[in-house]
């Protein structure tokens, strides 16, 4: 066997990516911390509550997460969302099923990706800003077009396919189990594939990894660019569904600064914000640890400032465990 068919414990420490097992392991403790500290924590209502806080910010972070693999942001994926549900809620006004309104909805959210799209790939706007801009565009549009009316989805059918079973006693704790959790784990099973099993995944990682050389190889990077947003709008538009679920009413400012929720999970999942590296299994187990950081403080009495400074702690320590694992990798490319 020769010298370089062996490694030793020390080499096989430093090649391993530890960051790989920090939201993994802050989910669990935190799991284990609010089960012994949290009033009635351990329990399946709270499992339901964890659940139920989880599926709609999930969607939106599977799709962001293919933005920041590229180095890119999107922070109109909560405008967008909410935007599509508007005109969708409208459609049900002019005599439309609900059906078709939750289409028109995913494809007026698609649309904004697309835009999103266009302008940082073909007219090469840097992303912070572009989709800053449609985040404020979004949001004016909704309440223009509805005259900041409320949209209400109450469709039964629609509640029982896209939220619980139903109301019925005899069912237990099936009737209040929500179904969106079965919904995101189909919807992660395929963008897991397009991800890591396809020419549209491998060209994302490429253009992340390094956009220029991309495209010297010949890859059309701005055709797939513009691709990863409108994809990204789609998996907003498929959160404002089940946002319309859970919630009923719709009103245009409801989605401002869920991007964010999103955006966090992605970054404790570990996925670099520098680009060229993520996971959407991370990204999962990002958008629970949150949840259980959420609903555990709501169990301890604490108010909804202390879930938001406790989630922004927790993606400072996942943002710098990012940055020195970028800086320990630039250190053994030069030796």
Do not use: H
């Not at 949290?38 to 329990?43: E, I, K, V, Y």
């Not at 994926?77 to 059906?99: E, V």
């Not at 970054?267 to 914000?273: D, E, Q």
């Not at 993520?278 to 879930?307: C, D, E, H, K, N």
């Amino acid at each position: 066997m020769s010298q370089t068919d062996t490694k030793t414990p020390m080499a096989v420490s430093r090649n391993f990516d530890w960051q790989k097992l920090f939201a993994p392991l802050v989910m669990v403790l935190l799991y284990i911390f609010f089960s012994i500290f949290g009033n009635n924590f351990f329990s399946v209502e709270s499992l339901v509550n964890v659940l139920n806080a989880s599926y709609f910010i999930g969607f939106m972070a599977l799709g962001v997460t293919f933005v920041i693999i590229t180095g890119g942001i999107d922070l109109s994926l909560g405008t967008t969302m909410i935007c599509g549900m508007l005109i969708g809620g409208m459609a049900q006004n002019w005599g439309w099923s609900i059906w078709a309104s939750l289409t028109l909805g995913v494809a007026v959210s698609t649309a904004i990706g697309l835009l999103n799209g266009l302008m940082i790939a073909y007219l090469k706007l840097p992303p912070f800003i572009a989709t800053l801009g449609t985040q404020m565009m979004g949001m004016g549009f909704g309440a223009i077009i509805t005259k900041i009316t409320t949209m209400r989805y109450t469709d039964q059918t629609f509640k029982r396919l896209f939220y619980k079973l139903g109301n019925e006693e005899s069912m237990g704790y099936l009737r209040s189990f929500p179904v969106g959790i079965f919904w995101l784990a189909a919807v992660f099973l395929v963008a897991w594939v397009v991800l890591n099993r396809t020419k549209f995944g491998r060209y994302t990682f490429a253009m992340g990894s390094n956009f220029e050389a991309a495209r010297l190889s010949g890859i059309r990077t701005k055709y797939w660019l513009a691709l990863v947003y409108t994809l990204c709008g789609f998996f907003s538009g498929l959160a404002g569904i089940f946002f319309a679920a859970v919630y009923t009413t719709i009103i245009p400012s409801t989605g401002n600064g869920l991007e964010l929720l999103a955006i966090a999970g992605v970054v404790i999942g570990g996925t670099s914000m520098s680009g060229g590296t993520g996971s959407l299994t991370g990204t999962l187990i990002g958008v629970f640890t949150m949840s259980i950081l959420r609903t555990g403080l709501m169990s301890m009495g604490l108010q909804g400032q202390w879930q938001t400074f406790m989630t922004g702690a927790v993606v400072i320590g996942a943002v710098l465990l990012d940055q020195y694992r970028v800086k320990r990798s630039n250190m053994v490319k030069k030796i």
